[in-house]
């Protein structure tokens, strides 16, 4: 029985898989290290807005606000990996995520950067029309704790 208890457990932890070796080596590009905020307004009016956090050390964190057209709202926090190669800068978000998402990206001025969409295995419909503008945060990453800002 122990030994039977021991492969179930290995196996569900073959399961969660971080990042794929494949992305681990990777260059950051240390401009984009930092805490950044963006906005996207769909075209249905819902607003997405964020803050991520990326280190130097490859990792992120975003914490997502979602406002409907209605009032909802709706929160939500993903991590992961970025780096940048060729010229892109690429995310992914395991165990959802098995591709990055790879954007073209410009800096607007020296605290804003501006990103399009250039390849998604989630998002096919939106390659080369999603395209966002995110900037250098003075302030702390925001959490969230029972539905209140916290900082």
Same mark, same amino acid.
């Given at each position: ?12 932890? !073959? ?5 794929? +070796?494949? %992305? $681990? $080596?990777?260059? #950051? @590009? +240390?401009?984009?290290?930092? =805490? ?6 769909? $075209?249905?009016? !819902? ?9 130097? @050390?490859? #990792?992120?964190?975003?914490?997502? &606000? %979602?406002?409907?057209?209605?009032? #909802? ?5 993903? #991590? ?5 190669? @060729?010229?892109?800068?690429?995310? =992914? ?8 998402? !790879? ?5 607007? +001025?020296?605290?804003?950067?501006? %990103? &399009?969409?250039? @390849?998604?295995?989630? !998002? ?13 945060? +003075? ?9 209140? =800002?916290?900082?």
């Amino acid at each position: 029985m122990k030994k039977f208890l021991l492969i179930l457990i290995l196996a569900g932890l !073959s399961g969660c898989e971080t990042v794929p +070796d494949k %992305f $681990q $080596q990777s260059h #950051t @590009d +240390d401009r984009l290290v930092g =805490i950044w905020t963006g906005e996207y307004v769909e $075209q249905d009016g !819902s607003v997405r807005s964020w803050t991520q956090t990326r280190k130097a @050390d490859g #990792t992120y964190s975003i914490e997502f &606000l %979602f406002m409907e057209p209605d009032g #909802t709202i709706e929160r939500q926090t993903e #991590t992961g990996r970025w780096w940048t190669q @060729d010229e892109l800068f690429h995310e =992914i978000a395991p165990p959802g995520m098995k591709q990055p998402d !790879s954007y073209r990206y410009r800096f607007k +001025d020296d605290r804003c950067l501006e %990103f &399009l969409l250039v @390849d998604s295995e989630n !998002s096919i419909e939106d390659i080369g029309r999603y395209r966002f503008v995110e900037c250098l945060s +003075d302030a702390v990453a925001l959490r969230f704790h029972h539905g209140k =800002i916290m900082h």
